[in-house]
């Protein structure tokens, strides 16, 4: 089998992965990224390039087309809408998760060819507040470390980055450095409790968005205990004064947290030189999200806690290539390649260099915008590309509505069903990971290389060639005429070097005579290079800025609700949600809920409760945890209504939206929230795919086939009918066992001596081992023995998983814990837990901490 070296699709810390065709995956231990690590999503990579659920050609309302058709038809919409209402009729919504060529053909033909600058991207859900924090505060959007620093620093600060679960090798790395360097601090910002914590030294648990609060208490202290850089001060930073009267002028306390949390912080922050702080959507994701951005970067101008090894501020980027799509500019509000869509020479450059008919003249339409002027009526034609915005933009069920309002939609997806695509009158089905060749920039601006090691299923062809094949029919064959993806990336570094002489940070000379398809990950300006290590910024007078920023007031709702990310989900799970492994981890979308309102609102474990705001409601399992504050709810972001009856919490949350980024305020929803109360729960395990009506339903992939997590008020008249319904499993001898006095019911379904579904129905929370009854799919067990909820052999069940890697579930961890295995490494040596991609180490740590917590007790 050949090797190939390639890029991992998914989070920002872009490892290199080693793959073969048959979907073997190693990590790549020349990566400068992970040095042959990968975390739990990375490793089960080969479970999800199956052609199941794939789009496989063309669709044109539904209908299978050519892809003549399809092209003509997309092109032709764009022309008549820009012919007829302006280039500011139409728009692309386009993503971090394309690849750099495609990401750079997008931007051209929208800014150059069309003229107007609606194109924007999830990018703006993501990094937005850290690109116009930066700005603000350098002169230009640049990360300035390397991950190097992350292993050399004395005190690592996070905040508002869940990093176990989110950069898990990232996460690994600072482990492992703290391992060899054990005087190495951890401090984790975050309102929540989260597998990160684990490895914190302290949890400052803040109230949501009092970062601010927080940082500017911090600045104050560094000017009252004289920590200021004074010479680096005067020689490179403006605005010291005005920064910290405001920062004197704040209440740290409204941070929420207590005076001694603070000072403990503040003496640490001021007396440790080598200080990374890692932020990442805690940060971003607020209405006051840049602002937060440059309370954080002050303190670290402030100190010269920058450019230098082991310190400085570090964004960790979300998507394997956001980084690379502020590279190119695909963003409403940028040009192309860190220049300036306000200034007129640059403009004019990019248009030289693009010889193009026209060039952008103003800013486009960010994204909520964007999907408020498709409510409007003002777009009449949007293409979107590689992302998924009727679940993960705010206002969910508003953004369908509006989506719906646009005359002609199209989609580019490498995925048939998707609560977008449900959405569009074409479908053009792209090519995946490793079906496809490119570029990807990670959180350390380093460029690696995505190879190809699988075919082209059926009729997908690659972005950049599916955009170059409509910018051709538009009538600009000329300037979109690339054969390969080496020739748009050779056009990328060619603009680079052609706009050299205006002053910026992006420098890919490094790349100029590379061999694209020999090439290394290469970081630019140079390898291991840090910004500003010079002290010389992007402003005009080459020093950097530090901003005056307020705390916001504190929000006064009954709930906050904060959202995010499971460690083996990735997003709305059009990829992950195909690997049983990875489903296995979490498998039911749910709400923490802390105890005390658990108790106040009469919800007990299992229970459900509705969520629900001005904007639309949801229904989820409540998950009862001191690891959420009183007052605040968690909820991730991954489920759609593919596998949810209600649908997305992006139905409940607020369109809210940073004044300089345009990012929405994803974390702090203002929501209420109540026990549902259903007639009955039920939980089915089925061979095929289930399509419940029910009000509640959470579906999700099991090895063997499906399960569904149910409830309903409507009791019906005939449990066979119903289950049959609900499985869609109409053949086979159906059992069943009821025991009126409790009101629970079981149900089976067989066939040819094999269980094809089972049914288990009760009026409170269905207890059951979940893993047995999914086990039990398939098999030969006699129906009797399988409603008895077990597999009939003596084998234990292993309880929910933990390790993805092997499967290894909670039971059998907790009888290796009391059968003497009492630290991680030794139940990785009994079970093999954690002993692959090590994302699970934290829970493992968890779980040895409450296994030995009753024998504490005695
Ligand atoms: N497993 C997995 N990994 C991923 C992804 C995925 O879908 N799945 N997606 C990738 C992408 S695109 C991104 S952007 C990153 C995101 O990576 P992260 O930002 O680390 O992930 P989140 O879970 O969105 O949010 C991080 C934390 O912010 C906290 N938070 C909420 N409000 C506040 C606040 O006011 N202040 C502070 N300080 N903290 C707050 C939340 O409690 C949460 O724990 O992950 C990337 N990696
Ligand atoms: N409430 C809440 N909402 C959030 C967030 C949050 O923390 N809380 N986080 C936000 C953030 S940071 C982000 S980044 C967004 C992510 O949200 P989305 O970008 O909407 O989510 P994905 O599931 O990653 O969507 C990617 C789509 O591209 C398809 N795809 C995969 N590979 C390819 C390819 O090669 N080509 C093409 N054309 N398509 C492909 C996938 O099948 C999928 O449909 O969500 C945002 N929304
Ligand atoms: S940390 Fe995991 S998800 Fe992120 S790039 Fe590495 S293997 Fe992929
Ligand atoms: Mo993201």
Redesign the pocket.
């Known amino acids: 089998m050949t090797l190939t070296r390639t890029t991992c ?1 998914y989070c920002g810390v872009g490892c290199g992965v080693l793959a073969e065709a048959d979907g073997t995956i190693k990590g790549d231990p020349d990566h400068p990224a992970n040095l042959g690590r990968l975390c739990s999503k990375g490793a089960a990579l080969g479970e999800t390039i199956d052609l199941a659920g794939r789009l496989l050609r063309p669709k044109v309302m539904g209908q299978d087309a050519d892809w003549e058709t399809a092209l003509d038809l997309v092109a032709s919409k764009f022309s008549k809408a820009i012919a007829e209402h302006g280039p500011d009729s139409v728009a692309f919504y386009a ?4 690849l750099i060529e495609d990401y750079y053909v997008a931007n051209k033909l929208m800014k150059g060819f069309i003229g107007a600058a609606n194109i924007d991207t ?1 990018s703006r ?2 990094m937005a507040s850290s690109v116009a924090g930066h700005k603000r505060a350098f002169g230009t959007d640049t990360v300035p470390g390397t991950y190097e620093d992350l292993e050399q620093a004395d005190l690592i600060v996070l905040v508002g980055s869940n990093l176990a679960w989110c950069h898990p090798v990232l996460f690994q790395r600072i482990a492992a450095a703290k391992e060899a360097r054990p005087h190495m601090r951890i401090v984790n910002i975050d309102p929540r409790r989260t597998a990160t914590t684990d490895l914190a030294d302290a949890h400052l648990q803040i109230s949501p968005d009092g970062d601010v609060a927080l940082f500017n208490g911090l600045l104050a202290h560094l000017a009252d205990a004289q920590k200021l850089n004074a010479s680096y001060l005067a020689d490179h930073v403006n605005g010291m004064d005005a920064a910290i009267d405001v920062a004197r002028q704040t209440d740290s306390a409204q941070s929420g947290l207590s005076a001694q949390e603070r000072n403990a912080f503040f003496d640490l922050w001021a007396n440790t030189d080598k200080v990374v702080t890692i932020y990442s ?1 805690g940060v971003n ?1 607020s209405a006051g999200g840049t602002d937060k951005v440059n309370a954080i970067l002050n303190c670290h101008l402030a100190t010269g806690r920058i450019g230098k090894p082991g310190m400085g501020p570090f964004s960790v980027t ?2 394997p290539n956001a980084m690379g799509g502020r590279e190119v500019g695909g963003l409403a509000n940028m040009l192309a390649n860190h220049l300036e869509l306000a200034n007129a020479d640059h403009r004019q450059a990019v248009q030289d260099f693009w010889r193009s008919p026209t060039i952008c003249t103003a800013e486009g339409l960010k994204a909520v915008d964007l999907f408020e002027a498709c409510a409007d009526g003002k777009i009449k034609a949007l293409w979107v ?5 009727a ?4 206002d969910a069920d508003g953004v369908a509505t509006a989506i719906a309002n646009v005359p002609f939609v199209v989609t ?4 048939e069903k ?1 609560d977008t695509n449900d959405l569009a009158h074409v479908l053009l089905p ?4 490793g079906e ?1 060749d490119g570029t990807v920039t990670n959180s350390e601006r380093r460029i690696s290389r995505q190879r190809a090691f699988l075919p082209a299923p059926a009729l997908a062809r690659p ?1 950049w060639q599916i955009i170059s094949d409509v910018a051709g029919r538009m009538g600009f064959a000329n300037a979109f005429s690339y054969q390969t993806p080496a020739d748009i990336f050779a056009e990328y570094i060619a603009l680079d070097a052609a706009v050299s002489h205006f002053p910026r940070d992006l420098d890919l000379s490094i790349f100029a005579d590379a061999d694209y398809a020999a090439l290394i990950p290469t970081q630019w300006p140079r390898n291991g290079q840090r910004f500003f290590a010079n002290g010389q910024f992007y402003h005009p007078d080459g020093k950097a800025r530090m901003i005056p920023v307020k705390a916001p007031a504190r929000a006064k709702s009954r709930f906050v609700l904060n ?3 499971n460690r083996d989900q ?6 992950t949600g195909k690997s049983a492994r990875l489903g296995a981890h979490l498998a039911e979308p749910y709400v923490e809920v802390n105890p005390a309102d658990a108790a106040a609102m009469d919800v007990s474990p299992g229970a459900l409760v509705k969520i629900e705001s001005i904007y639309g409601q949801t229904i989820l399992r409540a998950l009862i945890t001191p690891r959420i504050a009183k007052g605040q709810l968690f909820a991730p ?1 991954h489920w759609t209504r593919q596998r949810t009856s209600k649908g997305t ?2 139905s409940v ?1 607020a369109p809210a939206t940073d004044p300089f980024s345009g990012q929405p305020a ?2 702090s929803g203002a929501v209420s929230a109540a026990v549902y109360r259903p007639k009955w729960y039920g939980f089915l395990a089925s061979l095929s795919q289930p399509t419940p009506q029910t009000p509640y339903v959470a579906i999700a992939k099991t090895q063997a086939g499906w399960q569904a997590e149910l409830a309903s008020r409507k009791i019906p008249s005939d449990w066979e009918t119903e289950m049959r319904t609900l499985s869609g499993l109409w053949d086979g001898d159906f059992a069943i066992q009821a025991d009126p006095s409790a009101g629970t019911v079981r149900m089976a379904v067989s066939r040819a001596g094999l269980i094809t579904g089972l049914f288990f129905v009760s009026p409170s929370p269905v207890v059951l081992s979940r893993t047995t009854v999914v086990g039990l799919i398939g098999t030969s067990t006699p129906p009797l023995v399988a409603l008895a909820g077990h597999n009939g052999s003596d084998q234990p069940d292993a309880g929910a998983t933990v390790c993805a890697c092997f499967n290894v579930g909670r039971n059998t961890l907790l009888l290796a814990a009391a059968n003497g295995a009492h630290s991680v490494a030794a139940l990785g040596e009994v079970t093999c837990a954690g002993t692959n991609c090590g994302s699970c180490k934290p829970e493992l740590k968890t779980l040895l901490a409450e296994a030995a917590l009753p024998m504490a007790a005695e």
């Open positions: 699709p993503s971090g998760q394309l999830n859900l993501c959507q994701q979300g998507q590309m590689s992302t998924n915005p679940v993960s933009l705010p580019s997806d490498i995925m998707t792209a090519t995946g990971w496809k972005d959202t995010g990310r990735w997003h709305t799970m059009t990829r972001m919490i992006n949350v994803l974390k």
